[in-house]
């Protein structure tokens, strides 16, 4: 488990090419590196901070990643899913959540990490399709 005293000073997040989450333990968001943001469609104009998660993510509460590490109390690791975003998107992840708490031993929320598998999915096939223009010497 990961101990902090708040989520403030996010800075070294944001440059971060994986897609980070972090969420309060009420499931709220709030903070989305540009990573994530790009992932799922959101403009970085967009004020997502303090939205529930259930408001911007078509999930099963049951299976989400986010939720699932804020109940348990426990990492969750290479999670598949698949869902769509308020934008519309549809994404195919994978995901790992970690949840985070205070010094005092009280859950502070989570961290959540994804990487999108949809996109590799798509660079595959446009692989595949590129094979077939290729000669048989190859």
């Known amino acids: 488990p990961y101990s902090v005293g708040s989520f403030d000073g996010l800075g070294a997040?944001?440059?971060?090419?994986?897609?980070?989450?972090?969420?309060?333990?009420?499931?709220n968001?709030?903070?989305f590196n540009r990573a994530?943001?790009?992932m799922m469609g959101i403009s970085l104009k967009d004020e997502i901070r303090g939205q529930r998660l259930?408001?911007?993510?078509?999930?099963?509460?049951?299976?989400?990643?986010?939720?699932?590490?804020?109940?348990?109390?426990?990492?969750?690791?290479?999670?598949?899913?698949?869902?769509k975003s308020t934008?519309?998107?549809?994404?195919?992840?994978?995901?790992?959540?970690w949840p985070v708490f205070r010094p005092d031993g009280s859950l502070l929320g989570?961290?959540?990490r994804e990487q999108d598998v949809g996109m590799i999915k798509k660079e595959m096939a446009r692989l595949q399709e590129n094979q077939l223009y290729l000669p048989s010497y190859f």
């Open 87 to 97: 934008t519309g998107k549809d994404l195919m992840t994978v995901n790992d959540g």
């Open 36 to 38: 994530a943001r790009r």
């Open 13 to 27: 997040f944001s440059t971060r090419e994986d897609a980070l989450q972090l969420y309060d333990a009420g499931g």
């Open 29 to 31: 968001i709030q903070f």
């Open 54 to 83: 259930l408001d911007v993510f078509a999930v099963d509460p049951q299976y989400s990643t986010t939720l699932t590490a804020l109940a348990t109390r426990k990492p969750v690791a290479q999670r598949y899913d698949h869902y």
């Open 110 to 112: 989570a961290v959540v």
